[in-house]
């Protein structure tokens, strides 16, 4: 592959939003005529997730550098040993090691208020009894996932948040690909969703490049959107 081929940033969002949240982000790549696509993640299980990512990838012409929000990390930690991603950038995120579930992960340490404001209701499957799924209650989502973002904002994020299945938190991961590609990681230092402590111990254990974001919600892209575009482009310049 030539040194000059610049890699596809392949932007995963996670529970709770959708590929939206990514707008500014998007807007601040596409002005540096960086190659970007931000499919929808199911948010059906961790696996079926991470295949449904890594098929995306593996059509993608070129190298890809996957970039996960929150359980878009880990959906990423496993897509990312697709053959042409070359690079992570966790958002926010979970980093989890093989074999690691969300909710062990997230267990070592004190819980975030993220637990105690999740809403449960059930959705159909096929063949089967209906499953569990979670989407935060709206009178939390301001505190909770987007303390750093205009109140006008938070209002319409939170009706049209995507539910996360409940089952996704028990599943273990079955690869970790920052053990073999490069990694970075932004750590929202205020987040109220998942606790900082979280994210700071899986980029560390990552070997990742981490930029710490003081007053930095959960919603990081949405409210600091240059900020997240410029750490992306680091590592797309570190990988192409």
Sequence with gaps: MSGNTTPTAL??????ADAASWSGVIAELQNHGIPVVAPPNPLR????????????????????????HSYGGAVITVAGTADNVVGLVFVAAYVLEEGESLGELQGRFPDSPLGSSLKQATYPVEGGA????????????????AADVPADVTRVLAVAQRPLAAGAFTETATAAAWKTKPSWALVAAADQAINPEVERFGAKRAGATILEVEGASHAVAVSRPKLVADLIRDALRATG
């Design 11 to 16: 932007l995963v969002h996670g529970a709770f």
């Design 45 to 68: 299980s961790l696996a079926s997730d991470a295949a449904y990512i890594a098929s995306v990838a593996a059509q993608i012409d070129g190298p890809v550098v996957l970039v996960g």
């Design 130 to 145: 209906p499953a569990v799924e979670v989407t935060i209650v709206p009178e939390a989502f301001p505190s909770v996932f």
